[in-house]
């Protein structure tokens, strides 16, 4: 199955990159009102990591990414239901219940590309 670790790495990114833009923009489903918490510096983060996820799915291989994003994601994830972290992660990037879930998820999915799929 070559090129699925490229391939993630863009289509991940370009959702990253969407997300952290819709962040900016007041809506119902990403922002600091929205069902998913985001707030300035982690709508930053993810036009950050969308733009190196397009960079890697399209001109290196997607594998990199998709691993440190994996792990990224999932420790995210998980410190967002640890008492005491969890407020942390609220204060600094407005991180909610429905994000953590979400953000293990994506690093649960990420985790499986990058360890379930050719490296290419």
């Not at 490229?6 to 819709?22: E, R």
């Not at 640890?82 to 990420?110: D, E, K, R, W």
């Amino acid at each position: 199955m070559a090129g699925v670790q490229k391939t993630f790495a863009l289509i991940l990114g370009i959702v990253l990159l969407l997300v952290g833009i819709a962040g900016f923009i007041t809506n119902p489903l990403v922002g600091l009102t929205g069902y998913f918490g985001t707030n300035l510096s982690q709508n930053i983060l993810h036009v950050v990591a969308g733009l190196i996820g397009i960079y890697c799915g399209t001109k290196t291989a997607g594998k990199g990414f998709n691993m440190w994003t994996g792990w990224i994601a999932l420790i995210v994830g998980i410190l967002g239901f640890i008492p005491g972290v969890n407020t942390m992660l609220t204060t600094y990037l407005g991180v909610n219940t429905a994000i953590s879930v979400l953000h293990i998820v994506i690093g649960i999915v990420s985790l499986g590309v990058y360890y379930g799929t050719d490296k290419s």
